[in-house]
């Protein structure tokens, strides 16, 4: 599989501070991690010259864009309904409890339109994607 064929997209809420968006996309990235396909990994461990090992990174690109907290819910639910795709997203709920048990209570209370979504990352085909997000902006401090 060539590197091109798949994507990986962080998308943080443009009202998310930069030191909640490194949680978010730190959070999201063991997520999507976790429930991917083996493939996303490249080399398991590099060995450097000095016959040190260096853990191996995800093969495909991984970029970090932003929205508008309106487009990122308008964006999961897109992205959800695309069986090809993985998504992990982050409601404020994972900011603001302490421990899963607190989380599941949290978000199982609440109708999905009522969360508020500080993030998210996309998994998937390129193509299928960038059909979602190929217009974001790239994130970056301001």
Do not use: C
């Not at 308008?74 to 994972?94: E, G, H």
Request: proline share 4%; aromatic share 6%.
């Amino acid at each position: 599989m060539n590197y091109e064929d798949k994507k990986i997209v962080g998308i943080i809420a443009t009202n998310v501070d930069p030191s909640v968006a490194l949680n978010v996309i730190g959070h999201l990235s063991i997520s999507i991690g976790k429930y991917s396909e083996p493939e996303i990994m490249g080399q398991k461990t590099i060995t450097d010259a000095s016959g040190i090992n260096h853990l191996g990174i995800s093969k495909f690109p991984f970029i970090i864009t932003k929205v508008k907290p309106s487009k990122l819910a308008a964006t999961i639910a897109l992205a959800k309904s695309n069986p090809n795709l993985l998504v992990a997203d982050y409601p404020r709920d994972m900011l603001e409890t302490r421990t899963d048990e607190e989380l599941i209570e949290s978000i199982s209370s609440k109708e999905n339109d009522k969360l508020e979504y500080l993030g998210a990352i996309i998994y998937g085909d390129t193509k299928e994607v960038n059909e979602i997000t190929g217009k974001f902006q790239l994130w970056k401090l301001d």
